[in-house]
């Protein structure tokens, strides 16, 4: 089955950076668009960035130029690189795989960024 798995989330101070990964199994890998989301505490869930199959990625206006999504289709994975953080992208970061039948997501990696 399709199974989404986050990774490298962690604790950074405002400023720094963070990559994520997403590793996505159990399906044909590039013939999906992608995204990140994130959740922060008594929030709902928002987009952060999107990318096509075909490499286009838009991004919300809070991380236009500061985070970069890409995806490499030869190691299965979607990344999220994430520079000069700021507090209020504190939250819980969410892969998702887009279909039109269902969406998959992945269980989520923290993000806690210190002031």
């Known amino acids: 089955q399709v199974q989404l798995v986050e990774s490298g989330g962690g604790l950074v101070q405002a400023g720094g950076s963070l990559r994520l990964s997403c590793l996505v199994t159990g399906t044909i890998f590039g013939i999906d668009n992608m995204g990140w989301y994130r959740q922060a505490p008594g929030k709902q869930r928002e987009l952060v960035a999107g990318?096509?199959?075909?490499?286009?990625?838009t991004y919300s206006d809070s991380v236009k130029g500061r985070f970069t999504i890409s995806r490499d289709n030869t190691k299965n994975t979607v990344y999220l690189q994430m520079n000069s953080l700021k507090p209020e992208d504190t939250g819980v970061y969410y892969c998702?795989?887009?279909?039109?039948?269902?969406?998959?997501w992945g269980r989520g990696t923290q993000v806690t960024v210190s002031s």
């Open positions: 998702q795989l887009r279909r039109v039948a269902r969406d998959y």
């Open positions: 990318i096509t199959s075909g490499g286009s990625t």
